[in-house]
C-alpha cells in the first residue's frame, strides 16, 4: 500500500526538489506553503509521515508540529523537520516537541531517501501494532476500544458537516441457551459466523465491531435511516439463513437489531455518542421484547416501546 508524505514548506522550490529527490520512492505526495494549511491537510489527508520545515513566516514549524501534537487526530503522525541551520538547541526543542529526526538543507539524496524510508517503516509497524490492538480475536472484527474511539470521530464529522450517521446493534438470540446446550466451543462458531456475516455485507465505508459477548455494532457513515434499516435486514435474514451444525444436528441462529440514526435526533445540541448508542440500543431491547429475529428503529426521543420494520418469524 503506498505511503503518503505531506510537505509543509513556504517554498514552492522545497517542493519541487523534495518530489524529485523522492521519486524513486513509492510515495504520494500531499503540500501545503502554510502552516495552517498543513495542519488542515494532516487532519483530513492523514499522512504517514510530514516533512515540516521549521522557518515559515506567521507561524513556524515548532508551532505547527505543537498544534499537530496537540490534537488527537494528527498526535500520531511522525514529523521529520526541515532546516538550513543546525543549532544543536533547535533540535532539541524540535524532538522535545515529538518530532522524529532532522534533516538539514540543501538535501543530500542517499541521506533524505534513507531517513524518510526509516520514519516509514517504523510508522508502518506502529500501524500494525496499533491494529492488532484494536481487533478482536475471535472474530477479526473490530474491537470495543475502536468502535468507541471511531464513532466519537464520526459523530463529530457529523456535527461538523452535517451529514447522516447510523448506528445499527444487534444481539445473538438466546445465546446462553445456545451455550447451554451446545458447549461454548459451538458458542465461539456462532459468534464467527455472525462476525464473518457483518464483516461480508457491511461497505468499506463502515466500521462492524463486536461490542462485547453476543453484542455486536455496525457504524454506518453518511447512511439515512432508510439506508441503515435496509442493511439490517438484509443482515437479519442472512444470520438466519446461516448453516451451523453441532453434533450431526442443525441449529437455528438468528439475532434482533436495533437502529439509530443521527435524522431522529429532534434537536441537533442533543446528539452524540451516547445518544446514538442509547437510542439504537432502546430500539435493540424493544425487539427482543417484540418476539427477537426482527428489526425496529429508535423513535425520535429514543424511548422503548420503538417502531417495528421488517419483521421475521420471530422465535
Same mark, same amino acid.
Given at each position: ?15 519541487? /526538489? ?15 506553503? !502554510? ?11 492523514? @499522512?504517514? /509521515?510530514?516533512? /515540516?520545515?521549521? #522557518?515559515?513566516?506567521?507561524? !513556524? ?9 496537540? #490534537?488527537?487526530? *494528527? =498526535?500520531?503522525? @511522525?514529523?521529520?523537520?526541515?532546516? $538550513?541551520?543546525?543549532?544543536?538547541? =533547535? &533540535? ?12 538539514? &538543507? @540543501?538535501?543530500? !539524496?542517499?541521506?533524505?531517501?534513507? %531517513?524518510?524510508?526509516?520514519?516509514? %517503516? ?18 477479526? +472484527?473490530?474491537?470495543?476500544? #475502536? ?36 458447549? #461454548? ?6 459468534? =464467527? ?27 454506518? %457513515?453518511?447512511?439515512?435511516?432508510? $439506508? ?20 450431526? =444436528? ?9 437502529? !439509530?440514526?443521527?435524522? /431522529?435526533?429532534?434537536? @441537533? ?14 430500539? +435493540? ?17 429514543? *424511548?422503548?416501546?420503538? *417502531? ?8
Amino acid at each position: 500500500m503506498t505511503q503518503t508524505i505531506l510537505i509543509i514548506d513556504d517554498s514552492p522550490d522545497i517542493h519541487q /526538489l523534495l518530489k524529485v529527490r523522492l521519486k524513486n520512492l513509492d510515495l504520494a505526495l500531499a503540500h501545503a506553503l !502554510s502552516g495552517a494549511e498543513g495542519i488542515v491537510k494532516a487532519a483530513e489527508a492523514q @499522512p504517514d /509521515l510530514i516533512l /515540516l520545515d521549521v #522557518h515559515m513566516p506567521e507561524a !513556524s514549524g515548532f508551532d505547527v508540529c505543537r498544534d499537530l501534537k496537540a #490534537h488527537s487526530s *494528527t =498526535q500520531d503522525i @511522525p514529523v521529520i523537520f526541515l532546516t $538550513g541551520a543546525a543549532d544543536v538547541d =533547535q &533540535k532539541v526543542l524540535g524532538f522535545e516537541l515529538g518530532a522524529v529526526d532532522y534533516i538539514q &538543507k @540543501p538535501f543530500d !539524496s542517499a541521506e533524505l531517501n534513507a %531517513r524518510v524510508r526509516a520514519a516509514l %517503516r517504523t510508522k508502518r509497524f506502529q500501524d500494525m501494532l496499533a491494529q492488532r490492538a484494536m481487533i478482536d480475536g475471535l472474530t477479526g +472484527l473490530w474491537n470495543r476500544t #475502536h468502535f468507541e474511539m471511531r464513532l466519537q470521530d464520526e459523530v463529530a464529522a457529523t456535527q461538523r458537516y452535517d451529514r447522516p450517521l447510523s448506528l445499527i446493534m444487534l444481539d445473538v438470540d438466546h445465546f446462553k441457551k445456545l451455550n447451554d446446550n451446545h458447549g #461454548h466451543p459451538f458458542g465461539d462458531e456462532v459468534l =464467527q459466523a455472525v462476525g464473518e456475516a457483518l464483516a461480508d455485507t457491511a461497505r468499506t465505508s463502515d466500521w462492524a465491531c463486536r461490542y462485547g459477548g453476543e453484542e455486536f455494532a455496525v457504524i454506518l %457513515r453518511e447512511t439515512n435511516l432508510e $439506508g441503515a434499516l435496509i442493511l439490517a435486514e438484509r443482515l437479519r435474514k442472512l444470520i438466519e439463513g446461516l448453516t451451523l451444525r453441532n453434533k450431526g =444436528q442443525d441449529v437455528q441462529v438468528t439475532a434482533s437489531f436495533g437502529v !439509530s440514526c443521527s435524522e /431522529l435526533c429532534m434537536n @441537533p445540541l442533543d446528539f452524540s455518542r451516547r445518544w446514538l448508542i442509547t437510542s439504537a440500543d432502546g430500539a +435493540l431491547y424493544a425487539a427482543k421484547h417484540a418476539g427477537r429475529n426482527r428489526v425496529r428503529f429508535a423513535e425520535q426521543k429514543a *424511548t422503548v416501546p420503538a *417502531t417495528e420494520t421488517n419483521v421475521g418469524d420471530g422465535i
